[in-house]
């Protein structure tokens, strides 16, 4: 018995272009997550023991107002002069960066500084502080330690709320 195959469709087709658009788009949104992150999957590393460094660029005011517990304060401002209080590029550090929200590129501006001084696993954690915090999840501020009632817009709210 013989098998025929389908030949492939003519170069510049729609179907060809649609495959090299959808190849387009896939390498985009895989880049995108390889420098992103948000504040679940930051938490479920580090509940998980692989815990990334994660780096609080905001002002010493936004980080006594409250910041992840663990994080290393190092304002975007201050980060090229403060390298060295990071372990080494060489070490291949996977580095988070956190902001303010969504409205904030501080976590941006940092994230390039690091890149540009050789650290290759960098992570923006999207949302920032205020999704972090509006999720529920853990906070550290100068009174101590505590979590925010979860915001439903950001995150399931807990069974029975």
Not at 8 to 28: T, V
Not at 50 to 74: E, F, K, M, N, T
Not at 134 to 141: F, K, T
Request: glycine fraction near 8%; charge should be neutral.
């Amino acid at each position: 018995m013989t098998t025929t195959s389908t030949p492939p469709p003519p170069a510049g087709s729609a179907s060809e272009e649609r495959r090299a658009a959808a190849a387009a788009a896939a390498a985009h949104f895989a880049a995108k997550l390889r420098r992103e992150t948000d504040p679940a999957d930051v938490a479920a590393a580090r509940a998980a023991r692989r815990a990334p460094l994660v780096i609080d660029v905001r002002s010493a005011a936004a980080w006594d107002q409250g910041h992840v517990p663990g994080s290393v304060h190092l304002p975007a401002a201050e980060l090229p002069a403060r390298l060295d209080e990071l372990p080494p590029p060489d070490q291949d550090p996977h580095l988070v960066v956190y902001c303010w929200g969504p409205g904030c590129n501080g976590s941006t501006k940092a994230a390039l500084i690091l890149a540009r001084a050789g650290y290759q696993h960098v992570q923006e954690m999207i949302g920032g502080f205020e999704y972090w915090a509006r999720e529920g999840l853990a906070i550290q501020s100068a009174t101590g330690r505590r979590r925010l009632p979860v915001d439903g817009l950001t995150a399931p709210l807990p069974t029975g709320a």
